[in-house]
T-cell receptor, first 113, second 116 residues
Framework: DGGITQSPKYLFRKEGQNVTLSCEQNLNHDAMYWYRQDPGQGLRLIYY???????QKGDIAEGYSVSREKKESFPLTVTSAQKNPTAFYLC????????????FGPGTRLTVT | AQTVTQSQPEMSVQEAETVTLSCTYDTSESDYYLFWYKQPPSRQMILVIR??????QNATENRFSVNFQKAAKSFSLKISDSQLGDAAMYFCAYSRFTGTASKLTFGTGTRLQVTL
């Protein structure tokens, strides 16, 4: 089945450690996105990529980094510089053009203690 | 910057009744899209309905319909014949076109409860 996978579903890390969240899609989409969701807030855009080897900062990119070496993969690294990393992280993908629907993965819940 | 406001943190509806969720947005652009997403307890985001700003006709998807008032920058979602499976968080979202990617700006959500 076509879709987006995120692994793991739950992730625990100690403060000061970098952690990488996985996002893979087999929808042949060019664009991919990372969102962060906190309680009582909507999703906020961290980074997005429109094509391989290219990505742009979203609204809350500080403390995060990404790479896009393959069309199917868009991993997100939460660095130790991120002050409040505990959150629910959602990856999405879409076709490119004037508008294409974004499809979301199941998300990763990151807890940093 | 674009903003999306959902002023109803929680709503409740009886099964088989109709409920309307409110959303307002702020933008200076004329070409954009608006969406309603549903997030059930599984936390999977599901697209419910979308509206193109250039279309005057309100979008409809089965029991879901919108009331799009472009001048008022209002975009409400009406759920008819509510079902238990409609219980979820509902997010209103605005999409701006950046060249090839569609970036979404979300509201803070409305939690919908469906009672028997």
């Amino acid at each position: 089945d076509g879709g987006i996978t995120q692994s793991p579903k739950y992730l625990f890390r100690k403060e000061g450690q970098n952690v990488t969240l996985s996002c893979e899609q087999n929808l042949n989409h060019d664009a991919m996105y990372w969102y962060r969701q906190d309680p009582g807030q909507g999703l906020r855009l961290i980074y997005y990529s429109q094509i391989v080897n290219d990505f742009q900062k979203g609204d809350i990119a500080e403390g995060y980094s990404v790479s896009r070496e393959k069309k199917e993969s868009f991993p997100l690294t939460v660095t130790s510089a991120q002050k409040n990393p505990t959150a629910f992280y959602l990856c999405a993908s879409s076709g490119t053009g004037h508008y294409y629907e974004q499809y979301f993965g199941p998300g990763t819940r990151l807890t940093v203690t | 910057a674009q903003t999306v406001t959902q002023s109803q943190p929680e709503m409740s509806v009886q099964e088989a009744e109709t409920v309307t969720l409110s959303c307002t947005y702020d933008t200076s652009e004329s070409d954009y899209y608006l969406f309603w997403y549903k997030q059930p307890p599984s936390r999977q985001m599901i697209l419910v309905i979308r509206q193109e700003a250039y279309k005057q006709q309100n979008a409809t998807e089965n029991r879901f319909s919108v009331n799009f008032q472009k001048a008022a920058k209002s975009f409400s979602l009406k759920i008819s014949d509510s079902q238990l499976g409609d219980a979820a968080m509902y997010f209103c979202a605005y999409s701006r076109f950046t060249g090839t990617a569609s970036k979404l700006t979300f509201g803070t959500g409305t939690r919908l409860q469906v009672t028997l």
